[in-house]
């Protein structure tokens, strides 16, 4: 099963939005609304903070939402603050009862 | 509240095999699924399998097959990755991560274990 494929980098200023592109195929990210977000900072493990595509966990800001089309999904961070610097990573349900990982995507706050 | 609490770094030579241990607490352990996942150092999240904590079923990513094997201890709460054939490739941190059955989504991590594959 490939890594699903997203962008090495993005920035933004604070307060601005950025979006994080999660592109799969037909067999995993458009097959199932199972995609799932995660946000890592560095040292530290992994935190849900979307699920069934745009679902937030209690405790996750409205800063955060997600979207699917096609075979494709994506995650915007709204009125970005400092804290959201880290590495995001999407995830997919890909049938048979496993998942795969996306490649990850650094957040950089100019 | 939900902890999961991984057991300590290790540091094994090639071809040896290891076992890191994710124990349980604030919830029902059999009624939800163990997730394993690594990260080799500045790498992506890779997913390596799962296991229904109450009836024991696993299932494994196909680029682990024959070498991983994910069980669990119901009465300790408590779930284990052993994987065998070690080699440099798989110096990592290896996380445990529950899963409510069947609805795809990770939602507590436990702390992570590093293991280190060197001659």
């Known amino acids: 099963q490939s890594a699903l494929t997203q962008p090495r980098s993005v920035s933004g200023s604070p307060g601005q939005s950025v979006t994080i592109s999660c592109s799969g195929t037909?067999?995993?990210?458009?097959?199932?609304?199972?995609v799932s977000w995660y946000r890592q900072h560095p040292g530290e493990a992994p935190k849900l903070i979307i699920y069934?595509?745009?679902k937030r966990p209690s405790g996750v800001p409205d800063r955060f939402s997600g979207s699917k089309s096609g075979n494709a999904a994506s995650l915007t961070i709204s009125g970005l603050q400092a804290e959201d610097e880290a590495d995001y990573y999407c995830?997919?349900?890909?049938?048979?009862?496993?998942?795969?990982f996306g490649g990850g995507t650094k957040v950089t706050v100019l | 509240q939900v902890q999961l609490v991984q057991s300590g770094a290790e540091v094994k030579k090639p071809g040896a095999s290891v076992k890191v241990s994710c124990k349980a607490s604030?919830?029902?352990?059999?009624?939800?699924?163990m997730h394993w996942v690594r990260q080799a150092p500045g790498q992506r999240l890779e997913w390596m399998g799962w296991i229904h904590a109450g009836d024991g079923n696993a299932k494994y990513s196909q680029n682990f097959q024959g070498r991983v094997t994910i069980t669990r201890d119901t009465s300790a709460s408590t779930a284990y990755m052993e994987l065998s054939s070690l080699r440099s490739e798989d110096t990592a941190v290896y996380y445990c991560a529950r899963e409510p059955f069947l609805e795809w989504l990770l939602d507590s991590w436990g702390q992570g274990t590093l293991v280190t594959v060197s001659s």
């Open positions: 995830c997919s349900y890909t049938g048979a009862y496993t998942l795969v």
């Open positions: 069934a595509v745009n």
């Open positions: 037909s067999n995993d990210v458009g097959a199932y609304a199972s």
């Open positions: 604030g919830y029902i352990f059999s009624s939800y699924a």
